[in-house]
């Protein structure tokens, strides 16, 4: 490469002869780019959308407030499911209940989220816990994580 990129390989020659310099293609790239987005407004604008987009996902989860759950004593798996030790139904799995984020009320088919305080019943076969978990309470905030992390 020649031109204005190429000028510390021959200041390194003229310094020190018996040196040799491997050029970084890398770093020349981002030299290029840093030129060309400071001379082209199109560039500029491209650029600092496509940073902001950037940023906005890598600090989504930091938006998302799983730190307040609305019963935090039952914000493990493990402490859920002891809910469910009078849960009687055969057609429900209680550990994808679990998993979902639902603790047992005691009553029939009752559930509750641990975190939005959602409660559901009247659960049929082909219910799926994750579905209508999301279906019923979108904003809550361990369904978003979890679909986060899913993606």
């Not at 840093?34 to 930091?62: M, R």
């Amino acid at each position: 490469m020649q031109g204005e990129y190429h000028g510390f390989s021959a200041q390194l020659s003229n310094v020190a002869k018996n040196q040799m310099h491997i050029r970084c293609y890398t770093h020349v790239l981002c030299l290029v780019i840093g030129d060309v987005t400071n001379k082209i407004l199109q560039s500029i604008n491209l650029f600092g959308i496509l940073n902001g987009c950037a940023v906005f996902i890598k600090e989504s989860h930091k938006r998302i407030d799983f730190q307040n759950p609305k019963y935090p004593e039952l914000t493990t798996f493990a402490l859920r499911l002891i809910t469910f030790d009078l849960f009687t139904l055969k057609h429900l799995n209680k550990l994808p209940m679990c998993e979902v984020g639902f603790e047992f009320l005691g009553a029939v088919d009752c559930v509750q989220c641990f975190n939005y305080g959602l409660i559901l019943h009247e659960w049929e076969i082909k219910d799926d816990p994750w579905k209508e978990h999301a279906y019923h309470s979108p904003v809550c905030s361990f369904v978003q994580l979890k679909k986060a992390t899913n993606s």
